[in-house]
């Protein structure tokens, strides 16, 4: 008994996973001869055979990839495709999904920097918002490069006149040939563990393309993005770009340029000195002579001319202000008497005692003055009192009215 068994579909489903689990089919690059190109207008899909002289292969490039290709297919073109190998289950076979599509004519160069290029920046490796600035003044500088040739030697020249307090840090290294990328990563891996290094140069004097083709290095790109350290790319002519160009913190046209980029100029910064301390000794005169006008003006005032006078002048206004000031206190006086003797005549008005002496009287009773026949009844026991002392009374009977 056969355990496991698979459908047709579940078989090709299988090894469609397989394929596309294998990392280095999901994302690679073919060159071959295109055969039995066909072009499903209605869909827009093209459908060909990949060739090369001992095998083919058969491709397909959805619409949305293929609107991108620039140059016209044809049978018999050589191209290099870009994309991923899988399985169409339908029908079991395997074939390739191209993504990108280039004329093989470009070289293999050519193309090979444009792949990593599009590759990185696919990425987020050459965006802007990763760069950092050069520091302004550093104090010790790595330089990459060969030790040999006329770049090192213009870049070590332009750094000495440029800015000689700053340290140069000499790292030879190969800068083509087949261990050049390789030799470059562990030299910086070295200089990234060095705490004390604020810039780091790399590059190398102009060239072919296969001279510089060691700068178009993918693992060496990756080095120099993952760098703690702001890195100059200093590589070939102006008009040569390197994929080590584009990750840098900052590219320079030429290695020349970089010692330029690197350091500031000794002569600029003292002649700028120069014009800050000639500003701030002419913004101190000027605070001078503006004191000293001010001083000038108080020691000319009548003041500092005459002081005596001053003085006199001075007690006659201190005489007028005392004498206002025992007027305006006197009538203050004046007129607290009166409004007391007001008041002390308004209170004697308004004394009960001397309404009990005109004849009349008060009663208390309980401790609380009686003002309504209310307030007692008979046989209660009140206090009478008269102008010249009191009388105990005894309530016989109360009537109210005029009963």
Known sequence: MIDNILTVRQLNLYV?????????????????????????????????????????????????????????????????????????????QYQFYAEEMYDAGEGDLALKFKLIKE?????????????RPIPKFPKRIAVITSDTGAAVQDMMNILGRRYPVCEIVMCPVLVQGENAASDMIKTLDRVYSLSVIDTVIIGRGGGSAEDLDAFNNEALARKIYESPIPVISAVGHETDFTICDFVADKRAATPSEAAEL????????????????????????????VSELKLSGIISANAFA???????????????LTENAKNI???????????????????????????????????????????????????????????????????????????
Not at 369 to 392: E, H, M, P, Q, Y
Request: glycine share 6%; charged share 30%; aromatic share 8%.
């Open 119 to 131: 590759k990185l920046e696919k990425e987020g490796l050459f965006d802007r918002e990763s760069k």
């Open 329 to 403: 206190i006197t009538e203050k006086i004046k007129s607290g008497e009166n409004k007391f003797s007001l008041s002390l005549t308004q209170l004697e008005a308004l004394n009960p005692l001397k309404v009990i002496a005109r004849g009349f009287s008060v009663a208390e009773c309980k401790g609380r003055i009686v003002k309504s026949v209310a307030d007692i009844s008979k046989g209660d026991s009140f206090t009478l009192r008269l102008s010249d002392g009191c009388a105990n009374c005894l309530v016989e009977d109360v009537r109210k009215g005029n009963e």
């Open 306 to 320: 005459n002081p005596f006078s001053m003085i006199e002048s001075r007690y006659q206004q201190l005489d007028g």
């Open 16 to 92: 469609k996973s397989l394929l596309e689990g294998d990392r280095r089919l999901v994302d690679t690059a073919v060159t071959g001869e295109i055969s039995n190109f066909k072009n499903h207008f209605s869909s827009g899909h093209w459908y060909f055979t990949l060739k090369d002289k001992d095998a083919s292969i058969r491709c397909v490039m959805f619409r949305s990839s293929a609107s991108r290709v620039t140059f016209n297919v044809c049978d018999g073109m050589l191209v290099t495709v870009r994309g991923r190998v899988s399985l169409y289950e339908k029908d079991g």
């Open 262 to 289: 690197a350091v500031p100029d000794k002569d600029k910064l003292s002649d700028d000195l120069f014009k800050l301390s000639n500003s701030i000794k002419n913004m101190f005169a000027s605070k001078y002579q």
